[in-house]
């Protein structure tokens, strides 16, 4: 966890920043140093290169990344990215590296697919989460769940159970459904068994987000998981599917004889609350906490 004076790093292994975003990110650092104490440090691969989408090649957003690990005073590493191109950096990464400094990972969408590699390959914790929240919308909301989570230690998420199965405690894989899929096929995703897996989207309405669904069945994850933790789906929400996609996941939880949990507080929303990864986690009918 952190602690005031501690170091935080700063990168963007998906998609880069435009330069709109130049002064957002500023106040970012502002925010971190004034009502947390931290120092900060920025990687190399922040911003979009010229005409590119891309904050650098993908062996420079790697190697990037593995500056932060190495650096002995950066405790905790937050990627402010998100879009495609992460799974681009996943073959240049050193896992040992990464195992040796125990250091968490941050990032949400599609740092999904880096967060459960680095599960997969050194078993290190990680969150779901977007940094940039605490500039947001309801950026003093956000601070509040910055602090209960990075200083804290506390997760506490508020949702539903959707059916009446029984939760065993378990670790978290996925996040964004999309991104997490990029993995199928790779030995970068996690062994399904015995795992909670957490789904959410931004985009996506009801016949996309089944097709993704049917992909994880067909994967045998859902006949080896211990539960699914569902949370915003965003486009289908906002076109009025919300009972629809809940219908979808009881199905799945039918079939499979899973507890499924719904929360609205995991997602892409300027308030949504950090998840953890490659973590244990305890589910009740109402709540997901660590403790």
């Not at 989460?129 to 990075?150: A, I, P």
């Not at 991104?179 to 996506?204: H, Q, R, V, Y």
């Not at 009881?250 to 973590?279: M, N, W």
Request: glycine letters at 8%.
């Amino acid at each position: 966890m952190l602690v005031k004076g501690d170091t935080v790093g700063i990168i963007c292994c998906s998609d880069g920043r435009k330069k709109e975003d130049e002064n957002r990110i500023a106040l970012l650092e502002q925010v971190l140093k004034t009502e947390f104490s931290l120092q900060v440090v920025f990687a190399e691969t922040i911003f979009q290169k010229a005409e590119s989408p891309f904050s650098g090649t993908p062996q420079a957003r790697a190697i990037e990344l593995m500056k932060l690990y190495q650096r002995s005073d950066v405790q905790m590493i937050f990627d402010i990215s998100g879009g495609d191109a992460a799974n681009q950096v996943l073959p240049y990464l050193d896992f040992d590296i990464i195992r040796n400094a125990q250091k968490p990972f941050v990032g949400y969408s599609d740092l999904t697919v880096i967060l459960n590699a680095i599960y997969t390959k050194t078993e290190q914790m990680g969150y779901n989460y977007q940094l940039l929240h605490l500039v947001g919308k309801d950026s003093e909301l956000q601070q509040s769940h910055f602090r209960k989570t990075f200083f804290e230690n506390r997760v506490l998420i508020s949702g539903e159970q959707l059916n009446e199965f029984v939760w065993r405690d378990g670790e978290v894989i996925g996040g964004n459904i999309r991104c997490f899929l990029k993995l199928a096929g790779t030995d970068f995703m996690p062994d399904f068994t015995n795992k909670i897996i957490l789904l959410e989207s931004l985009g996506g309405k009801e016949a996309k987000i089944a097709s993704y669904v049917a992909q994880l069945e067909q994967l045998g994850a859902f006949s080896k998981c211990l539960g699914v933790i569902v949370g915003q789906h965003s486009e289908a929400e906002e076109n009025g599917e919300y009972e629809r996609i809940g219908r979808l996941y009881q199905q799945i939880g039918q079939k499979y004889k899973l507890p499924i949990f719904r929360t609205s507080e995991i997602g892409h929303s300027v308030d949504a609350k950090p998840c953890l990864i490659g973590a244990k986690v305890n589910v009740s009918r109402e709540t997901l906490t660590n403790f």
